[in-house]
C-alpha cells in the first residue's frame, strides 16, 4: 500500500498572518515544501525499502518458517498504522509536528540498522518422529534470490536424500538416481532451524525501534505540509500531490535499490541502505537553514518543557513491542474444532487488542452518536462505520503484496524481462508505485469528467469497486498460472498485471476515506473517528498476516520442496479470498443505495 496524505487535516494551525505573494517558492509553493517533500521520501525510501525485504529476510536468513514469517510481517504493518495514534497526539499537545518528525527518524534510523546486524544464517533440519536429521546446503547464497544451482538435502540412514514435498503433505526422499528412497506421512515431520537467540531478539528490538519511531513520524510530517498554506490557499491541494509524488518516489527507489544491494552485496547492505535513507531523512528536517522554522512547532506552554520525558518513555515502550512481537512468534494457533471463540482465546496478545479494541468501539460509537446527536448524525456515522468495515476488508487483501505476494514472486514466477534481465521477488512490489503514478492522473480526470456529467459514483460505490477490483486482480494471476510450464513459474506480467488492477482498486478508496470521516463525523468526535479509521488499517494490515498464513508452503530453509504444491496453495489460497472479495463488493454496491440515504448528501 502507498500513503495517499490528504488536504483535510484536523491539526492545522491558522496561518493566515503569512502573506503567500511575498513569498519565494519552489514550483510556485513555498519553498519549505521542497525540505518536506524530501524528508518525507528518504522515509518512504526507508520504510519500503526495507517492507519489501523484511518477508524474504525472515524465510530465507532468519528460516522462521511461512507462518511465523507473515504472522511477524502482519504483526508490523500492524503497529506501522496504529502507533501514529499516540504520536500524532504528543505531537499535537506537546512536542510539535516537527520535533516528532527528527525523533521518529532517528528511532527508525537506529532500527534499520539494528536490523541490518542478523549475524550468521539460521542451520535448517528436519525433525522427523521426533528425531533431528541434518540438512546439508549446496551452493547457498543469503541473499533475496538464491543461487539457482542450490540444493538441500536431508542425511538420513547415511545417505544424502534429496526432498520433495507430495500433495497429500507426504514428504518423499528421493535417491541420486531420483527413485523415492522414503516417503514420510504428513505430520511425521517438521521444518525446524538452529538459531541463534541473540540475534533473534535483535531482530525483534530492531522492528520494535523501527515501529516506535513511525508513529512519531507518519502522522506528523502531512501535518506540516498542511501548516504551508494558509486557509482558502488554492495551492494546498496541489501541494499535498507534489508531496504526494514524493511518497510514490521514495517507495519506487528503495524498493529498487535496497533489494538490489542485498542481493549483490547481502542483507545488511540493503537494510542498512534504507538506515541510511532515514538519516538523510533527519538531515533534511533537521539542517534547513532556518526555512522551517516557522512551521510545526510546540504549542505555548506554560511550565516545563515535557520533551524529554517524552523521549525517555518512547524509548522505555520498546521493550514492551518487543514483548507483543514475541508474543506474536510463540503463541500455538487454536486446535481443529475449538471454534471461532477458541480462535479468538489462543490469538496472540496483539490480535486480541486489535480485534477487541474494533469490536467494542465501533458498536459504542454509534450507540453515543445516536444518543447524543441527531437522527441525521446518528446515520452518517452509521454510514461511515459501514464503510469503516469494509475497508479492513480492502486492505486485508490488498496488503497480500508484502507477504504472500512476494514469497509467491519468489518462488513460482519467472522475473524475467524480456530475457533481457530478471528482477528480484522485492522488486516485483514496485509494480504498485509505478502504477499508482500513471494511473493517478487518468483515474482523476476520468472522476472529473464524470462530475461535470452528472455521473460520479458515490463514496459507497466507489469502495464496492475497490474490493472487486482486488478480488478480479487476485483471479487475473490465478488466470495466469493456467499457462505455467513444466517449471510451475508464472510469467512476471500477470503478477505485474495484479499489481496494476490493484493500483487501480487502491484509487478508488484510498483517497477518498480520510476526508469521507472528516465529513461524516460528528464534529466534536472527528479525531476520534480518524483514530478508528487509522485503527481499521491497523486491523486489516493484522489480518493480512494471518490470512497469509493460509498459503503457507513446506519449505527447507525457506526453499520450497515442491514448486507444484506451492504453487496449487497460493492459486487455491488467491481464488478463495478473490472470490470472498468480489462477494463483499456485490454486498455493498447494494447497500450503496441505503447508505448514499444515510450520507444525507455528502459525496
Request: charged share 15%; glycine share 12%.
Amino acid at each position: 500500500m502507498v500513503d495517499t496524505p490528504t488536504a483535510d487535516s484536523p491539526r492545522e494551525p491558522d496561518i493566515t498572518h503569512i502573506n503567500p505573494a511575498a513569498e519565494r517558492t519552489w514550483f510556485g509553493h513555498p519553498r519549505p515544501l521542497f525540505w518536506l517533500f524530501g524528508t518525507e521520501m528518504w522515509e518512504r525510501f526507508g520504510y519500503y525499502g526495507m517492507r519489501a525485504l523484511l518477508t524474504l529476510y525472515l524465510t530465507k536468513h532468519f528460516v522462521l518458517g511461512d507462518r511465523a514469517s507473515t504472522g511477524l510481517y502482519g504483526g508490523y504493518t500492524a503497529l506501522v498504522y496504529l502507533t501514529p495514534l499516540v504520536g500524532g497526539l504528543l505531537a499535537d499537545q506537546y512536542l510539535g509536528s516537527k520535533r516528532a518528525v527528527r525523533f521518529g527518524a532517528l528511532m527508525m534510523a537506529v532500527g534499520y540498522f539494528t536490523l541490518a546486524f542478523g549475524g550468521a544464517p539460521a542451520k535448517p533440519y528436519q525433525v522427523i518422529d521426533g528425531q533431528r536429521y541434518e540438512v546439508v546446503v549446496e551452493n547457498f547464497r543469503d541473499a533475496p534470490t538464491s543461487d539457482p544451482n542450490e540444493a538441500r538435502h536431508l542425511i538420513y540412514g547415511g545417505e544424502k536424500l534429496t526432498m520433495r514435498g507430495n500433495g497429500d503433505g507426504s514428504l518423499s526422499l528421493l535417491a541420486a538416481n531420483g527413485q523415492e528412497a522414503h516417503r514420510i506421512a504428513a505430520g511425521h515431520f517438521s521444518e525446524q532451524a538452529e538459531h541463534n537467540p541473540l540475534m533473534l531478539m535483535v531482530l525483534l528490538i530492531a522492528l520494535s525501534l523501527v515501529s516506535v519511531g513511525n508513529g512519531f513520524f507518519k502522522p506528523n510530517i502531512s501535518t506540516m505540509v498542511g501548516e504551508l498554506y494558509q486557509q482558502g490557499d488554492r495551492r494546498r491541494d496541489a501541494g499535498f500531490t507534489i508531496f504526494y509524488m514524493g511518497i510514490n518516489t521514495g517507495s519506487i527507489l528503495g524498493q529498487f535499490l535496497c533489494a538490489a544491494f542485498a542481493d549483490t552485496i547481502g542483507w545488511p547492505a540493503g537494510l542498512g541502505l534504507a538506515g541510511v535513507a532515514m538519516l538523510i531523512s533527519y538531515a533534511m528536517i533537521s539542517f534547513h537553514g532556518g526555512r522551517l522554522d516557522a512551521y510545526g512547532n510546540p504549542p505555548q506552554r506554560e511550565g516545563r518543557d515535557p520533551a524529554l520525558i517524552i523521549y525517555v518513555l518512547a524509548i522505555l515502550a520498546v521493550p514492551l513491542f518487543y514483548f507483543l512481537f514475541q508474543n506474536l512468534m510463540t503463541t500455538e494457533k487454536a486446535a481443529p474444532g475449538a471454534g471461532f471463540i477458541g480462535y479468538l482465546a489462543t490469538l496472540p496478545l496483539m490480535g486480541q487488542l486489535l480485534f477487541g479494541t474494533f469490536i467494542v468501539s465501533v458498536p459504542a460509537i454509534l450507540v453515543w452518536s445516536f444518543v447524543k446527536g441527531s437522527r441525521k448524525e446518528g446515520e452518517m456515522m452509521l454510514a461511515a462505520m459501514v464503510l469503516i468495515v469494509f475497508n479492513v476488508v480492502f486492505w486485508t487483501l490488498f496488503e497480500q503484496a508484502g507477504s504472500s505476494l512476494t514469497l509467491f514472486a519468489d518462488r513460482n514466477t519467472d522475473r524475467s524481462v524480456f530475457g533481457l534481465f530478471s528482477l528480484s521477488a522485492p522488486q516485483t512490489q514496485n509494480f504498485n508505485p509505478l502504477s499508482i503514478v500513471l494511473l493517478a492522473p487518468v483515474m482523476s480526470a476520468l472522476w472529473g469528467w464524470l462530475a461535470r456529467r452528472g455521473g460520479e459514483p458515490s463514496i459507497p460505490i466507489k469502495f464496492s469497486v475497490a474490493l472487486m477490483g482486488v478480488g478480479a486482480g487476485f483471479l487475473f494471476l490465478v488466470w495466469g498460472s493456467t499457462f505455467v510450464g513444466p517449471d510451475y513459474k508464472v510469467g512476471l506480467w500477470w503478477l505485474a498485471g495484479l499489481y496494476v488492477i490493484h493500483s487501480a482498486a487502491e484509487l478508488c478508496i484510498s483517497p477518498v476515506g480520510l476526508s469521507m470521516i472528516t465529513k461524516l463525523s460528528i464534529a466534536r468526535v472527528v479525531g476520534l473517528m480518524m483514530g478508528v479509521w487509522f485503527l481499521s488499517i491497523s486491523v486489516a494490515q493484522y489480518v493480512a498476516g494471518v490470512v497469509a498464513q493460509f498459503a503457507s508452503v513446506e519449505t527447507v530453509g525457506g526453499q520450497v520442496t515442491n514448486l507444484k504444491v506451492s504453487l496449487d496453495t497460493y492459486t487455491h489460497t488467491f481464488t478463495t479470498i478473490a472470490l470472498v472479495a468480489i462477494g463483499l463488493g456485490v454486498v455493498l454496491f447494494l447497500l450503496s443505495w441505503p447508505l448514499k440515504k444515510w450520507m444525507h448528501g455528502v459525496q
